[in-house]
């Protein structure tokens, strides 16, 4: 059989290597890994493997986190693969150096490499792909090859490749926001495309607000989750502490926008930790850069798109509704980070589910014999631009119904890839239809979860 992967961060490269060990013909497709938001991932990876830790404890405090909005059973389903995940990733030679507590969690059982977990991991698992054969072309998938709901693999430089079945790990959609600390090319294009070829979206409300980001000159960097669990604090520019720096990043974030809406500038804090430079060179050095010693001075931060919990919706099994095209990653929604992810759960998921998505295929067996003619969908991105102003504008950090409308009514005059105007109307739409602030998802003008919403949403056309 031919798989096609899509996407070269962690949940691509670990399906890739779990397919290739399986003698399958594996072709990886993407920009290289330096471009995947996986490379740029800070902390580490949340996994429940120390001694004093727990399955259960983790799965808490990951619902917690999630607002009761959460798939219990795909909750259970990753984390009870976390000793898997651990192992695979010591099998290819990872090294872990420490563990961190960050926000949201009630053990240190976030593993970290010197604050660059997502760089080291990526260059490992590329690596090892490589030695496996697997065929890597560097490019972007344009668009995916779909007829009467069933992938026959993707379209290149305006070319079929044909795939008896397609795996989407292309990340999400964080750089359709205006700030953003994320990889640029993290527009959710494929998410999109899927929509409209009839891929169900899930729970696309759901964008998680980093709340450290920092403006720099050549764009927007990360002050990660692990400086504040080293004990970084946030203050004002008086010197007032505002918020627990440890509670869930929803929290944070709001708590920073609201200091910002008053007119008062918002700080970091980590002069009392020892050995800045040390601990955290990449933000140290960045830092450094911009003028800033974090060691005497405090950090200017604002808060940012980080972490898009919405996507393709898949079953527990990483399927979607489109035959022999799944989904893994940042890219694809089953309910495993509910309302809100809890700190470094992504690594965990993309290692799992690419470790699942494996299995699967092995059950399903999927074979491409006939192709027929498919119509090449790909468009222009268009004015980008624009859409990132109106969805900061429109679907940030807090919302309201007249906002909301007024975006979704400005969207109808933005020209760009009609793929990117599906995926925004759909982040729009679900926004308004939740009549409820939880997590991620915040609502001026309905400030409170409500139990009739305690489910998730889905965006669909129908065809």
């Known amino acids: 059989m031919k798989i096609g992967i899509i996407g070269t961060g962690i949940a691509g490269l670990t399906s890739t290597i779990a397919l290739a060990k399986k003698d399958f013909e594996v ?15 800070q902390a580490g990876i949340a996994l429940p493997v120390r001694e004093g830790d727990s399955l259960k404890a983790h799965v808490l405090d990951t619902i917690r986190a999630g607002r009761y909005l959460n798939d219990e059973e795909a909750v259970w389903n990753v984390i009870a693969k976390s000793s898997e995940a651990y192992s695979f990733l010591l099998s290819l030679g990872l090294e872990f150096e420490g563990n961190e507590v960050e926000g949201g969690h009630s053990f240190p059982r976030v593993f970290t490499i010197r604050n660059e977990t997502g760089k080291h991991m990526t260059k490992i698992l590329y690596v090892r792909a490589k030695e496996l054969g ?9 668009a995916l090859a779909v007829r009467d709901r069933r992938a026959y693999g993707v379209f290149l430089d305006g070319e079929l490749m044909k795939f008896d079945a397609t795996v989407l790990a292309s990340g999400g959609y964080t750089a359709l926001f205006k700030y953003t600390a994320g990889s640029e090319l993290n527009l959710g294009t494929l998410i999109g495309d899927a929509i409209m070829k009839g891929a169900p979206a899930r729970d696309l409300e759901f964008v998680q607000f980093h709340p450290t980001g920092f403006i720099a000159g050549d764009g927007v960097k990360l002050v990660s989750e692990a400086v504040r669990g080293a004990g970084a604090k946030l203050v004002t520019e008086d010197g007032e502490r505002f918020v627990n720096e440890l509670e869930p990043r929803d929290v944070v974030a709001r708590a920073i926008y609201r ?41 200017p931060v604002f808060p940012i798109a980080h972490y898009s919990i919405g996507g393709i919706s898949v079953d527990l099994w990483y399927r979607t509704p489109i035959r022999n095209l799944y ?14 992810r809890l700190a470094s759960n992504s690594l965990l998921e993309c290692v799992v589910s690419g470790l ?26 268009g004015n980008v ?3 990132r102003e109106l969805l900061w504008s429109h679907a940030g950090i807090e919302r309201d119904e007249n906002g909301l409308k007024d975006g979704l009514k400005k969207l109808e005059d933005i020209e760009t890839d009609a793929r990117l105007k599906i995926l ?16 991620a998802h915040f609502r001026r003008d ?9 489910r998730p949403l889905f965006w669909a056309l129908s065809l």
């Not at 694809?332 to 980070?337: E, I, L, P, T």
């Open 27 to 41: 072709t990886l497709i993407g920009p290289g890994i330096r471009k995947s938001n996986s490379y740029l991932a």
């Open 259 to 299: 200091q910002l809406q008053r007119g008062r500038r918002v700080f970091l804090d980590a002069t009392g930790i020892d050995d800045f430079k040390g601990r955290f060179p990449q933000i140290y050095a960045f830092l450094r850069k911009e003028g800033v010693n974090p060691e005497n001075d405090l950090i």
């Open 424 to 439: 925004a109307e759909g982040i729009l739409r679900n926004a308004l239809a939740r009549e409820e602030s939880r997590g």
């Open 385 to 387: 631009e624009e859409l």
């Open 446 to 454: 309905f400030p409170h979860p409500r139990k009739e919403f305690e």
């Open 356 to 381: 699942e998505v494996v299995r699967t295929i092995c059950r399903d067996r999927p074979r491409i014999r006939d192709v027929p003619e498919i119509e090449y969908s790909a468009g222009e991105a």
């Open 327 to 340: 989904a893994v990653g940042e890219a694809a929604s089953n309910g495993f980070h509910g309302a809100n």
């Open 134 to 142: 697997v065929n890597f072309i560097q490019g972007t998938a344009e």
